[in-house]
């Protein structure tokens, strides 16, 4: 399924660097308008390190400034240690991440090659945070997992808690290069649930209705009629957050039902991932673009799409979306970042 394009302004970031073992998603479509870099990373060994004279400990690097800004980070011109080392700069106070949440934060890395080092990249300055999700890098989970939501980390990982000997090719680090990683943790995010709150309204009146139970998909009937010709936007759950802009950085869950097939043909549910993307910009197809900005965070809301604001003409065979088809989806908007 393609995913949708530049959740960064580096996008080889976020689809390789931060991914453990690459996952297996379907093959259908999803709501993306252009395609991105594949996020097939190396899968990390258990074996590899490093060779020559080494530091004492990777402890050597530091990173100061406060949570929120870019950090400064000094590395020394020295070789790496082949050990992990994850420290905690600053404390926060809110929940303790653990694995049933994704992580939306900002982040700077570094590759550390011998005894010089470059900056791969920086959510701090491309405007976007990202979303820690599914398998990441071993060294990422350690660093990670277990510390408190405003706490700001840093993680100087080896190859063996990286990309492994083989490295990653598309960031451009080599198989005995370390990493780097300062992250802020902005905000944690459940993995298998949608927006609190009751549905107001649960569709109907030619259009489909909606129906869930807390903490599980929404389930979607398309009724016996034919599609509405436009676009139809239906708020179900008002959230109680802020209004999302244009150019946002949200964080949803969703559901998508062929309204010919009347048959789910994507869910970020059944991955147990919630999707990121900044929104209004054209990342995503027209139709999740117009009838999301200006919604609340916290809302569940229907999008009978069709085809011109969705796939358009020519569809989207690996979905078994014909260029004729509406599209349905029903959209949980769990977070949101300036």
Avoid at 3 to 18: G, K, N, T, Y
Avoid at 200 to 205: C, L, P, Q, R
Avoid at 212 to 224: E, S
Wanted: charged share 10%; net charge positive; glycine share 12%.
């Amino acid at each position: 399924m393609r995913r949708a394009a530049a959740l960064l302004a580096v996008p080889l970031i976020a689809s390789a660097a931060i991914a453990g073992c690459a996952s297996s998603p379907s093959s259908a479509a999803k709501p993306s308008s252009s395609a991105k870099a594949s996020s097939a990373s190396a899968k990390p060994s258990s074996s590899a390190s490093a060779s020559g004279p080494t530091v004492a400990s990777n402890a050597v690097v530091t990173a100061t400034g406060a949570f929120g800004a870019a950090p400064v980070v000094t590395i020394p011109a020295e070789k790496a240690a082949p050990t992990l080392y994850t420290k905690t700069l600053i404390q926060g106070s809110g929940a303790t991440l653990t694995t049933k949440e994704s992580l939306l934060g900002n982040f700077v890395l570094y590759d550390w090659s011998g005894t010089t080092h470059k900056l791969l990249g920086s959510t701090y300055t491309s405007g976007s945070p990202t979303l820690f999700a599914g398998q990441l890098l071993p060294g990422l989970e350690a660093a990670l997992i277990g510390k408190k939501v405003g706490s700001r980390v840093i993680a100087v990982i080896p190859p063996a808690d990286g990309f492994g000997p083989t490295g990653n090719s598309q960031l451009g680090v080599s198989g005995a290069d370390t990493l780097v990683f300062v992250i802020d943790m902005i905000q944690d995010v459940a993995n298998s649930t949608g927006v609190p709150g009751t549905q107001a309204s649960n569709g109907g009146s030619g259009l489909p209705t909606v129906t869930a139970a807390p903490g599980k998909a929404p389930t979607i009937t398309i009724p016996a009629t034919a599609p509405p010709k436009t676009l139809q936007v239906k708020t179900l759950i008002k959230g109680t957050g802020p209004t999302v802009a244009k150019g946002e950085f949200i964080v949803v869950q969703y559901t998508g039902v062929n309204w010919r097939t009347k048959k789910v043909f994507d869910s970020s549910w059944s991955r147990s991932q919630p999707f990121p993307l900044n929104i209004g910009v054209g990342q995503v197809i027209k139709g999740w673009d117009t009838g999301l900005v200006g919604q609340t965070v916290g809302s569940r809301v229907l999008l009978v799409i069709p085809p011109a604001e969705g796939y358009g003409s020519t569809g989207s065979s690996t979905a078994g979306i014909k260029g004729t088809d509406t599209l349905v989806f029903v959209i949980d908007i769990v977070a949101a970042a300036k």
